[in-house]
């Protein structure tokens, strides 16, 4: 296949003193990618240029990340729930929604850290793909749907097993033109299989886009854990927290309860809990051989990765321009602004059509109808 090259005209050498003088003043996050340009040459597969910027009304990254959460409705897409069964006798909750006009193509979406398949930006990105006539799976992580799993393992960022086991379930059911998303972690996972597939894929996988991906863990440890981030940690600590606790009553050496009192940050979580249970020697190790950053050169199928400049959640390891360089099937954008899994429109408060899509969702859709239409 060979592919579309991802690289944006030149920029007017006006542009490029502007760039410059404002870079030494004060760096702007906007222009960032402009000075990556300017320091790494111009044939350089990277998107220099992002058509997003925030509404007015959503000013910085905290509330861009979390203003979806609270304020967006979106109607839930006509999904039926499939519990399919792993091959180590466990489950997963699926949800489809079959486009009869879809022709086989099937856009699988990965949720993130403790999200499921009824996230806002979930059925946001179901919709839009539903409405260009795509039929559309949302999967659960283990523990993520309505129900416990029932194996000692929970679900992390280095499995590909789960999203193979889904994946071989579509194909099962007749598609025959697969597209996979993720968002944050979902992301991860999405990216790690593309990358780690690579060469051995599916004929049937056209390729995938992810939005606000932790590329590099152990960087997103570290930023998660710092001032107002704090918030975020804590949040996706109380809901870890509670599923040790359920978890203990089957398992209760693998998840003993009294070391939850010593549990502070979401390494301390991953010390003491993921990585040990799930085969891993340290939380490091796991960062080590969980993260996408390493794969993401061997990608061989088209794939689109969105990462905010103003990301809370995101470290800089987590912005792969190298990566990005030397491989011309990945695209890699970075919008000045968005947050985290954010990118609300400026017209999102209107009931049109149009206006209901998030930029995310258009970004992605406009992707689609470039490589696989």
Known sequence: MEPACPIVSGIPARRYIFVLVNSLICLPLKYYPYIYKLAVGQNMPVLQSSQYTAPWWLPGAHIQS????????????????????????????LDLAHNPSGDGKLLILSHGLEGHSDREYIWGMAGAFFREGWSTLAWNFRSCGQALNRQSRLYHCADLDDI????????????????????????????RY????????????????????????????????????????????????????????????????????????????????????????????????????????????????????????LGPECFPYAAARENAFLYFETPGEGGHVGFASKSARSRDFTGSLYWSEKRAVEFAREHFY
């Open 66 to 93: 979390i203003s979806p959460r609270l304020l967006r409705r979106v109607e839930k897409p006509a999904y039926t729930r499939r519990r399919i069964e792993t091959p180590d006798n466990d489950f997963l909750d």
């Open 164 to 191: 193979r086991t889904v994946i071989a379930f579509a194909l099962a059911q007749g598609y025959t033109r697969l597209l996979l998303s993720g968002f944050s972690m979902g992301g991860n996972i999405t990216l």
């Open 194 to 313: 593309l990358g780690v597939l690579a060469g051995n894929l599916p004929k049937e996988v056209l390729g995938g886009f992810a939005f606000s991906v932790p590329c590099d863990l152990a960087s997103c440890s570290r930023k998660i854990g710092k001032g107002f981030n704090k918030i975020y940690s804590l949040i996706f600590l109380k809901s870890l927290k509670k599923k040790v606790r359920q978890k203990s009553a089957a398992f209760p050496e693998l998840y003993a309860t009294a070391k939850l009192r010593d549990i502070k940050t979401l390494r301390d979580f991953d010390n003491t809990y993921t990585a040990p249970v799930h085969g891993f020697l340290s939380a490091e190790d796991y960062y080590a051989k969980a993260s996408c950053v390493s794969v993401l050169e061997r990608i061989d199928r088209p794939t689109l990765l969105v990462n905010a400049l103003n990301d809370p959640l």
